[in-house]
Structures are given as C-alpha cells and as structure tokens.
C-alpha cells in the first residue's frame, strides 16, 4: 500500500508540472513523515548522494563541452563532416548527424549537442528548403549520439550508481554509437531522396581545401582519443580525464582565438547551472533510494521479476519496456539513481554481463530522450528550429527515428558482444 501512495504522489506532483529533484524529494520526505523517521536523514542522505570524488566529472565534462561548443570546434567538425558527406543527397543533414557524433565525442552531454550543432547548422538547413518537421526530428535525435558516444556524462552517472567500471562503459558505447550515427545517416539520405529536401553539391572538393579543414578539424578529433587515452592507459582516472579534457579545450579554444571574457563568463555561469541541477537530482534520488530500501520495496521488485522472468532476455524486454515508460514522464538522471540499484543486482542473478546491462539502460535513455511527451532532445531539437515549434509537429518523421533506436535497443539486447567486444578487448 505504502508503494501504490508513493507512485500516486510521485506523478501526481510530475503531471502537475514540478521540476523532478522537488518531486522526488517531496515524496522522500513524506515517506519519511509517514515512517517516522528523524527528519535529520535527509541531510545525511542528499549530502551522501553527492559525496564521490568521482562525481567530480560531470560538471568538468559539462565544462569541457561548452568550452568547445562556443571556442570554435563545432564549426571545424562541422567542416571536417560536409567534406565527406556534403555531396550525398541529403548532404547537410547528413553532416549535421556526423558532426553530432563527433561534437558528441568530446561534449558528453546530449542537449548541449542539440543546441551546439542545430545553431550552427539549422538556418543553413532553412536555405536548402529540408521542412522545420524534418529538421527537428533530425537535429534532436541526433543529439542522443552524444549520450551513447564517450565521453558521456550518463554513462558517468551510470557508473558511479551501479559501480561499474566508466572507462569500459566508454568503450561499451562506441560501436552501438558507431551503428546508430549510421542508421541515421542511411534514414536522412533516403528520405531527403524521397523528399527531395536539401541542395546537391555538384562541384568537388579540391584537395586544398579537403586538407584545410582536416587540418582545422584535427586537434578537436584528438580529444576523444585524449580522454579515452588517459583513461585505459592507466594515467587518470574519468574525473582526471574530465580535467584533461577542459584543459585541451580551452587550450585549443585560445589557440583558434574563438573565445573572450564574455563568453568565458557566460561558459562558466551555465556549466554551474547545468551541473548544479544534475547533482541537485542525484542528492534527492540518494533520499528517496533509501525510503525504498527501508521499505523493502527493491525486495519485493526483485522477487516479481525473478518470479515473472523466467530467462535474462524477457527481464532485459522487461526493464526496456519500464525504462520506456517511465523514460517518456521524467528525466533520465533520477531514473538512473532510482531505478539501478532495483535493477542491477537482478541483472547479476540472471547471470548478465554488467557492461551488457549498462548499455541496454544507456540504450533505452537514449530512445526516452526523443520520446514524448518529455523527451528533452525532442524538445531541444524543436526548440532550436523554431522557438514556437511543438514537438507534435515533428510527426511523422520522429516516428521513423523512434523505430531505428528502438530497432537498436533490440540488437543490444540480442547480440552483448556490440556492447562487451571492445571493453573485453582492451582489458
């Protein structure tokens, strides 16, 4: 009875439109009330929830993107993709999905890739006539690349939750990345065939100018291999990474003289921002882990599915259809607090592979990312097209997108080795 209150309270206070950390600790704090239980846990427990070194990362890599988002390299990945996709069908919209996989190798964060690429890339989109519908169920779902493609700042928080290994959920993202930049590629090309969205480039690239941007682009493209260098080399930690990381950036930042006190000053005060929101989440999600626990509530979830999920693959089915649920209400921080330590200890009766398990929750944010009706890159990609945009009207074409990432949360599920090939060979 005591967990039917809790869910009825917890959407409740969601569908009445309350920011998630307010929900989640309201909720916590009721619970607490109705258990009687010394108020005084909630700063123990949020204080708790926070206090990892390794939670050090996130607001480094947010650091580290914006950095990068406004020194200049988003323009020179930019540059760097249209030399080899300009002159498909489709060809800046292919661009922009390439450049959202490469900006999302060194940002780590899935909207700061929606806005970073969409403001450079939309208005040009605009001028090759690819409609506003199209364009936002593009720009957005191609920001979830960012979120799947190390660094990312999920797969940190992923990590730290469910203690697995950051540097192997780096790796575990690359092919799955690799596949899904793909998919979207062959998708945008098809359709703006189909369409006849966008302007063909007829004339060739010289191999003066292909050498300028590769040139230009070469130091940026240098950053993932930087972190993930670092970090399988055994010299730093991901927190270390993270710092290595913003070094580079604003060292390469000052070098293409892209940057100035404003606009460090406005880096500074949004990454704050945007970090502090993200640990302000964890802390109230750490509050409300331990109502469950003291409830016995992760118990009684671990016994229906041990019971009901006679085999790893229908607990995997199980878990993506309860991360897509809940993926479409909230944002995907809470989830992982609230949700891994329920999920992940039967992950390990069923026998699964950790890393495995890692990428199929990695996965299934991805896909609640551009679901409605609170799918922040959705919103993001809409947002960046046209302020007035809603996200209905990127229909039908975010459907289609929805089908290709939910395509890939299946393979995932069926063939570990996309996800366990490369942190197993580098072990």
């Given at each position: 009875m005591l967990a039917v209150s809790m869910l009825i309270l917890f959407f409740l206070l969601l569908f009445l439109g309350m920011p998630i950390a307010f929900v989640i600790g309201i909720v916590g704090l009721v619970m607490l009330l109705i258990g009687g239980v010394p108020l005084e846990i909630i700063v123990q427990r949020s204080f708790a929830g926070v206090n990892n070194f390794s939670y050090l990362a996130i607001p480094l890599f947010i650091l580290a993107g914006d950095i990068m988002g406004k020194g200049?390299?988003?323009?020179?990945?930019?540059?760097?993709?249209?030399?080899?996709v300009g002159k498909l069908s489709g060809g800046t919209a292919i661009t922009t999905v390439v450049t959202s996989a490469l900006f999302g190798a060194v940002s780590g964060s899935t909207v700061a890739t929606t806005y970073a690429v969409?403001?450079?890339?939309?208005?040009?989109?605009?001028?090759?006539?690819?409609?506003?519908?199209?364009?936002?169920?593009?720009?957005?779902?191609?920001?979830?690349?960012?979120?799947?493609?190390?660094?990312?700042i999920t797969m940190v928080i992923l990590g730290i939750?469910?203690?697995?290994?950051?540097g192997d959920l780096f790796f575990a993202g690359i092919i799955p990345g690799v596949l899904l930049a793909l998919a979207l590629c062959i998708y945008v090309w098809f359709m703006s065939r189909k369409k006849g969205f966008g302007d063909i480039r007829t004339e060739k690239i010289s191999w003066q100018e292909f050498w300028k941007v590769t040139k230009e682009a070469f130091f940026p493209l240098l950053t993932p291999i930087f972190i993930l260098g670092s970090i399988f080399s055994g010299y730093a930690t991901a927190t270390e990474a993270a710092v290595i990381a913003v070094a580079y950036g604003f060292i390469l930042s000052l070098f293409y003289r892209e940057l100035n006190w404003t606009k460090v000053k406005e880096i500074m005060a949004g990454s704050a921002v945007t970090s502090a929101t993200i640990l302000i989440i964890i802390s109230m999600a750490n509050v409300f882990t331990y109502v469950l626990t003291v409830n016995h509530i992760p118990d009684a979830v671990s016994g229906f599915f041990l019971n009901f999920a006679d085999s790893p693959l229908v607990f995997l089915l199980l878990v993506s259809l309860i991360l897509l649920i809940l993926g479409m209400l909230t944002e995907v921080t809470?989830?992982?607090?609230l949700l891994t330590p329920i999920f992940m200890p039967i992950a390990m009766e069923f026998g699964i592979d950790p890393i495995h398990f890692g990428m199929v929750m990695i996965m299934n944010f991805a896909l609640a990312?551009?679901?409605?009706?609170?799918?922040?890159?959705?919103?993001?990609?809409?947002s960046v097209t046209d302020k007035k945009m809603g996200i209905e009207e990127t229909l039908p074409y975010i459907l289609h997108i929805l089908f290709i990432v939910a395509i890939m949360v299946v393979l995932i599920i069926f063939v570990p080795s996309i996800s366990t090939f490369l942190p197993n060979l580098f072990k």
């Open positions: 200049g390299l988003t323009k020179r990945l930019m540059a760097f993709a249209n030399a080899f969409g403001s450079v890339l939309v208005p040009r989109l605009k001028e090759e006539k690819y409609s506003n519908s199209f364009i936002a169920s593009i720009i957005g779902p191609a920001g979830v690349l960012g979120l799947i493609i190390p660094p990312s939750t469910a203690n697995i290994s950051i809470s989830l992982i607090v990312n551009i679901t409605p009706p609170v799918g922040l890159s959705l919103i993001a990609g809409a």
